[in-house]
């Protein structure tokens, strides 16, 4: 299983942790992302398909202090927040000016 963090624009704040198996992952993950818009993953699958595959998602919770590592990010509410993400969507190609040294020499080993 793999662990998706949910952000989204919630007043309470919980970006809760949920868990999709590896075929439902790769549908909203492709191309190696880490990151989606759900507006992109509607857009890509048609707003039924995706509610059909965030279903059982959504039955999966995890505590974050039980989950070994979070594997991809899907947002929500990006209209309202105007979010900028590295067009491949993936955590590693963020611009180096965005990121501090630290996270330039991490992410410049797995590009």
Request: glycine share 6%; hydrophobic share 40%.
């Amino acid at each position: 299983m793999k662990n998706i963090l949910i952000v989204d624009g919630a007043r309470n704040a919980t970006f809760s942790v949920f868990q999709a198996n590896e075929q439902e992952y790769a549908i909203i993950f492709p191309s190696g992302q880490d990151m989606e818009l759900i507006e992109d993953l509607i857009a890509r699958i048609g707003d039924d398909e995706a509610g059909r595959l965030l279903a059982p998602i959504w039955e999966r919770p995890i505590l974050k202090r039980e989950a070994m590592g979070i594997h991809g990010t899907l947002f929500f509410d990006n209209q309202a927040t105007q979010r900028i993400m590295p067009p491949s969507k993936r955590e590693v190609d963020w611009d180096d000016a965005s990121i501090n040294q630290a996270q330039r020499l991490l992410f410049s080993q797995h590009r």
